[in-house]
């Protein structure tokens, strides 16, 4: 049996894959913060209020390529894991890379969320580095 806020991390990150980027954000607190790590132009911390236009510009860099597979799903209470393969085009080449999202969870939504990639030198050469 799965635990309800894999379900819920499920649904939300269904609700990312449309474009409802509101409706991810639905699921996450007020006072969420997004981390990304590296030295890339997708590299940083982010707030809710920061979000729509940090996650525009860099899926903008991949022309509308961006596609984002769930893998799998761990979860309980306070955490979940989700395992990830990204895949774009971005400068001409077509880039992937495996990576996983860590998420802290209050009462079912994302109070913070860090990209965790498989190796953070192909995360870098997917997406360039500043």
């Known amino acids: 049996m799965t635990h309800p806020n894999e379900d819920r991390l499920r649904a939300l990150y269904a609700t ?3 474009g409802d980027l509101q409706g991810f954000l639905d699921g996450c607190t007020d006072d969420v913060t997004f981390r990304v790590p590296g030295n890339t132009p997708a590299s940083g911390k982010f707030t809710k209020a920061t979000f729509v236009d ?3 510009g860099v899926l903008g860099q991949t022309g509308g390529t961006f596609q984002e597979h769930v893998l799998d799903v ?11 393969h990204h895949e774009f085009d971005r400068d001409g080449e077509r880039r992937d890379y495996l990576t996983a999202h860590a998420v802290n969870l209050e009462d079912g939504r994302i109070s913070a969320w860090e990209e965790r990639p498989g190796s953070l030198a192909e995360f870098e050469a997917a997406w360039g580095t500043v």
């Not at 761990?74 to 990830?84: K, V």
């Open 74 to 84: 761990f979860a309980n209470d306070e955490h979940g894991i989700l395992m990830l």
């Open 16 to 18: 990312f894959a449309k």
């Open 54 to 56: 940090w996650i525009t």
